[in-house]
């Protein structure tokens, strides 16, 4: 493949309500829309998970743009590319800047897959045909709002229910939501809001079986994780602590969690989620694939990756309709029982509705090599 030209868009896209976590509250998604064309005029499409304040790592829209216009696209500029998975090699000497090495990754991955005529499920080696779905339940106002949405989504028959909690916003609170749900699968999200000094609290969320708790303790910690697994019966998930293949190991080797949450942005691209999905498969670490408040494209992307194996417990990716009045695809992901059904068209499977893409870019501006 010889890319052509790249585009990127800076879009903003008004959440149908407010999203709020332990780390503040979302009412507007801003982020970067990556489109790539290679000689033949075809389009592949990545999106970066960076928000527009690094609350919930480091990077933003901006810095994500000035690594992708300074030093990324450079170097995709530079040779052909036979092989999207080349692209993990070719950007090792820039560290880290995973969400803005995924948003450019994502794209090539998805012109792979059109080039070969495959969709981007089959691309990676993924075999469901359909996937198992959860949702993720921002912190609300009152505990009976938080009832009433949980009960909203139960009935619409998404496969597990994913709270948000920080202190104050925790026991009593998944004591309600199991006590009116006692058996719908539920779990909790902390997003770094708790230290080792609150493990009296965390031992206590013990009494409601929990499927996981995610991310308890600080977003750079795998060591306070394994001596907080040690005490609780309630496997730990690892989100924010996870940034590459060597973390994943190293976190299973010192038994920091028991569940790993991939996210590709994360992780800096489909290549390294996948090896940690495989590295995980190994060790009997199930995997789900988590959300940041996604457009259609990186639904789409997630949909796909979320096809392998060992991806086998409900992921974060709802339907389009829960986050937004209209998504940037076509058809937009929708939900059935908890289940999507993945699409087997070429690539991400969903066609980009450039018309909306429209309505909701801010700026955008054309790179050549
Ligand atoms: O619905 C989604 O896309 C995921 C929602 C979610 O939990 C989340 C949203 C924004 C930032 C971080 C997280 C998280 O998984 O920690
Ligand atoms: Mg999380």
Redesign the pocket.
Known sequence: MKIKQVILRHLQMELKSP?A?SFGA?TTKEFILVEVIDEDGVSGWGESVA?HSPW?NEETVKTNWHMLEDFLLPLVFQTPIKHPDELRQRFSTIRKNNMAKSAIEGAVWDLFAKKQNISLSKALGGTKKEIEVG??IGIQKSVDDLLRVVERYVSEGYRRI?L?IKPGWDVDVVREVHRRFPNVPLMA?A?SAYSLQDIDRLKALDEFQLMMI??PLAADDIVDHAALQSQLSTPICL??SIHSYEDARKAIKLGSCRVI?I?IGRVGGLTEAKRIHDLCQEHNIPVWC?????SGVGRAHNIAITTLENFVMPG???ASS??WEKDIIQPEVVVHHGMITVLDKPGIGYEVDRRQVDVYTVTEKTYRP
């Open positions: 999203f976590t979302f928000f919930y949702i993720s994913k948000k999200d997003n995610e991310q989100d924010e949450n996210k988590g959300g940041m408040l996604e974060d990716t709802a829960y986050y």
